[in-house]
């Protein structure tokens, strides 16, 4: 007797869905990002639409992904739609910028978050790069010594977000002191919305993770839209609220020039006691977001090590600790390089995300194309959610996503040259892959 197919079942509701796409977007970005969208728009009306626009280009984009996670449901993700749909190198490619530099970069960003916060607790001597790398480093390693120890932090990161944005939400409109009159606007200001903009989608960064709950959300067809509409509605109106605030208590001047944005409302409302306690809030959210970025990544990199020969090294797991401890070491080590580069570049954070900007908006297009390939050449196949005006959604979404991969090329520096040049390494790793594999194929 055939043993029957396990399949998810439906066991999320409307509310869980909604719950779960703001959990996974709302992260330390809006603690950090909204000093450098203000350096870069010059004027509130600006500001705002950047985040207005963020929100709208999020949108259309989860929709995209909502029918291809419907229609094509694998744990492969990405890396399973781009394959079927221009082929394995395309695959493989993706698979080699997450391992070296969209799933790095990412750790390497967080932790400089990390770092700007926690130094503002700490004797001078730790400066933001040097907590920085040793989050990395101790993260690494405690997940490197098994499973159990490298999850702990992960059951404080959604209380301490959430408690943390209340506080400087409230802070900036209820207690900071009025500001004085804004003074002429410098010449500087405004240098680059293409550049606001590749921080606004950072911090709306994680949508498309919601796609992957349509095989268990009750009444999928029907309850995936709402999820995508009210997730993304609130985490826009959200980012707006604390947008407001951090404009009131500080005005886009000030908050242009500063590091820790949160903990300077924080600073001008309250005084130390409540700069020091939103750090401590935030520095714990961003550990939590670090050690949850290390400890994903290294099972997508033991994967590419199962797939294909050339990284073999990666697919060994290790029994006693029950973890990838090849996969989790190489990636400690490429973002902790990674933070050495942000601090020769002397900006940590803005390097990272110039980093990793070309690379993930390169893939995002390709994934919004492999839609359109997908229609085309299986249209046998059943899609229980189908993007809404079709084709001009998608193609919306893909315009968006070539503008956002020109912005992250134009206005950026050497991080963004540093992850284009990684990139292209693989291509030659691929080379060297299908050589292997040919003359194993030969010999067998």
Known sequence: MQKEAVVPQKTLSLVDGVALIIGVVVGTGIFKTPSLVAANTGSDGAFFFAWALGGIISL??????????????????????????????????????????????????????????????????????????????????????????????????????????????????????????????????????????????????????????????????????????????????????????????????????????????MRRSFGEGGAMIVSILIAITALGAINGCIFTGARTNYAIGRDFELFSFLGRWRERTNVPANALLLQGTIASGLVLLGTLT????????????????????????????????????????????YPFTPLLFCISCGYMLWSSLVYTGIGAAAGVVLLFAGAIFLAVARSRQKRVDGAG
């Not at 790095?104 to 790069?129: E, K, R, W």
């Not at 390169?362 to 189908?386: D, I, W």
């Open 60 to 265: 259309i984009g989860a929709l995209c992904y909502a029918e291809l996670a419907t229609a094509y449901p694998h744990s492969g993700g990405d890396y399973h739609y781009l394959t079927r749909g221009f082929g394995q190198n395309v695959g493989f490619l993706f698979g080699w910028a997450r391992m070296t530099v969209i799933q790095p970069g990412s750790i390497a960003l967080l932790a400089f978050v990390f770092g700007d916060y926690v130094s503002q607790l700490l004797p001078s001597a730790f400066s933001a790069p040097v907590c920085a790398f040793m989050a990395v480093i101790a993260l690494t390693f405690t997940n490197v010594m098994g499973t159990q120890k490298g999850t702990w932090t992960q059951k404080v990161l959604t209380a301490a977000k959430v408690i943390g944005l209340f506080f400087v939400c409230l802070a900036g409109l209820a207690f900071a002191p009025p500001l004085p009159p804004p003074a002429a606007a410098s010449s500087a200001t405004g240098a680059s919305f293409g550049l606001a903009m590749v921080f606004v989608l950072l911090t709306f960064g994680g949508w498309n993770e919601a796609a992957y709950i349509s095989a268990e959300l009750h009444e999928g067809r029907r309850n995936m839209i709402r999820v995508l509409l009210w997730g993304l509605g609130a985490i826009t109106f959200l980012y707006l609220f604390a947008g407001f605030a951090y404009v009131k208590g500080l005005g886009l001047s000030a908050m242009s020039r500063s590091d820790v944005v949160a903990a300077d409302l």
């Open 346 to 389: 002397r900006k940590g954070f803005e390097t990272m995300v110039e980093f990793t900007a070309p690379v993930f908006w390169l893939f995002f297009l390709l994934t919004g194309l492999a839609l359109f390939a997908l229609r085309a050449r299986e249209p046998g196949v059943a899609r229980p959610f189908k993007v809404p005006w």
